[in-house]
């Protein structure tokens, strides 16, 4: 069984930290996260690899290389024009005709029981099965909606955000299987085990997304398009607040991970921060629940809360924030 990494995205939510590498590549706990992914389908037996790439696809090919110090095949599937997540599969639809495969996302962490949902899809011959799970939060991510066959019957909107705590209390006093069908809204992880079929599906040469373009025409065709439930940890990139966060929830309280080659003066105060590689923290300065990307220097005295600070040699268009001497400093 083959594995498929998305990695082609731009980005555009961790901004500015993917100017100089596709968010695939950004460091969680000082590795390149996507070797997280690629640890956990070989962990789960799947080491015959193929990623995409598009937006600073160096910066994954220089992370990953052949596989081979992971314990893995790769084969990387360069998208001139980025093909969203199900146009990514029919560039290399030669490649997954023989057998079923799995797709996720390389901006996760997680430790969701991947052997039992691949059994689990199996045993019902589904076409594909989407890992969910609660939205307890009411993130934004849409809705999926699951029949009383265990099946996905559609993709909806997104929730609404306006009474979480009184959504959460319904949800902890409510039966369990309440809780996974109607209290708490359900998302998509962005794990899946698919069947070569679901590529009759998959319209050719051209940009095209799983949940709006492939599952919802294979369920109206009546395929089974299965829900596997999970709770399990997972831990997704794609915003700087979520990436900090999940840094801040791994590292002891008040900790910091610093990358190779920072310096931290000892009269400076750094906590619940990210440092990527080569950061200076002068004297007097204060970082507190920031990203700071490589190779910046935070002058002595700077005062940095909640924000991300990058380079300003490294920024081509600024989107948001404020220049301050050398460095972009962007409010989290």
């Known amino acids: 069984m083959k594995g498929f990494i998305l ?10 930290l993917t100017e100089d590498r596709t968010k695939a590549a950004i460091p969680f706990l000082n590795r390149p996260l996507i070797e997280y992914s690629v640890e956990y389908l070989a962990s789960h037996g799947i080491r015959d690899l193929i990623v995409n790439l598009h937006h600073q696809p160096e ?3 220089q992370a990953l290389g052949d596989g081979s110090g992971l314990g893995v095949s790769i084969q990387y599937s360069l998208e001139e024009e980025i093909l969203g997540t199900s146009g990514a599969w029919d560039k290399v639809r030669d490649s997954l005709v023989d057998d079923d495969f799995v797709v996720m996302n390389g901006k996760l962490v997680t430790n969701i029981d991947l052997t039992d949902v691949i059994a689990g899809h199996l045993k019902q011959d589904a076409i594909a099965t989407l890992v969910l799970r609660e939205n307890r939060a009411l993130e ?9 066959r ?3 019957a559609k993709f909806a909107g997104f929730p609404e955000a306006t009474q979480p705590a009184v959504l959460e209390a319904e949800a902890l006093t409510a039966p369990v299987e309440l809780i996974s069908t109607t209290t708490v809204p359900l998302m998509f992880t962005g794990i899946q085990i698919l069947s070569p079929r679901i590529l009759e599906y998959v319209p050719h040469d051209c940009f095209s997304h799983s949940t709006i373009h492939v599952y919802p025409k294979a369920i109206e065709a009546g395929e089974r398009v299965a829900a596997y439930i999970s709770n399990d940890d997972w831990y997704e ?10 840094h801040i929830k791994f590292l002891r309280e008040g900790s910091v991970c610093a990358g190779e080659g920072c310096r931290i003066d000892p009269t400076s105060s750094v906590e619940e921060s990210v440092l990527w590689e080569q950061v200076t923290v002068e004297s007097g300065a204060l970082v ?19 924000s991300v600070v990058v380079r300003k040699d490294v920024v081509h268009q600024m989107e948001r924030g404020e220049v301050d001497g050398e460095n972009v400093i962007v409010p989290i």
Request: proline residues 4%.
């Open 288 to 306: 507190r629940q920031s990203v700071i990307g490589a190779g910046v220097r935070i002058p002595a005295d700077a005062r940095i809360e909640r």
């Open 59 to 61: 910066s994954i090919r």
């Open 7 to 16: 990695a082609a995205g731009f980005g555009t939510r961790l901004w500015p």
């Open 237 to 246: 990139m794609s915003t700087v607040g979520r990436y900090l966060d999940a």
């Open 140 to 148: 934004h991510f849409s809705m999926v909606e699951v029949d009383e």
């Open 150 to 152: 265990g099946l996905i």
